[in-house]
């Protein structure tokens, strides 16, 4: 899903979202892996399964410096993922999009973890996303990373058409 979008914005998809998928599911992997060329896979450990999942999480968690984390529906594993995501990236904005349902439900039910109440009742999820992230409407998007220009003022549209 987020590759044909990323397609049909002009977005580079390898160059914005590194896919990491344990090895241990390889045989289901979905065809479409065959299309990534940012899939990054992570070693099976002692052939268990929440032990192959937990290292898939902190290599990930690890290896990048995220801004932020988007959890959507899912299963049990979701609440690992984000306890572990706010563990390792203690800086980073966490949006438990507790609209969706599945067990991204069970954090909202945390005494642990305070959330706004538009993450369980807005299905405007575009809009949701903007004010959540931070991400200006007007914002333009680059194709690549490179392109992108770090100043949030310089990627607006406005700043764009008259600079051009």
Known sequence: ???????????????????????LF????????????????TDI?????EKSLAHMREKMFRENKFHAAVFI??????????????????????????ST????????????VGFSEDLSKDFDYVSLFHR????DKREMRFATPEEQPSSQSERLWAFQTKNS
């Open 1 to 23: 899903m987020v590759l044909v979008v990323s397609e049909s914005m002009g977005v580079d998809y390898g160059k914005w979202v590194k896919l990491y998928q344990s090895r």
């Open 26 to 41: 390889e045989e289901d992997f979905p065809e479409e892996n065959k299309r990534f060329h940012n899939l990054n896979l």
């Open 45 to 49: 450990i002692d052939g268990d399964r």
């Open 73 to 98: 529906g899912g299963m049990g594993g979701v609440v690992d993922e984000f306890l572990l995501f706010r563990e390792l990236q203690p800086r980073a904005a966490t949006v438990p999009v507790l």
């Open 101 to 112: 349902g599945g067990a991204v439900l069970e954090l909202g039910a945390r005494r642990d």
């Open 132 to 135: 959540h992230l931070n991400i």
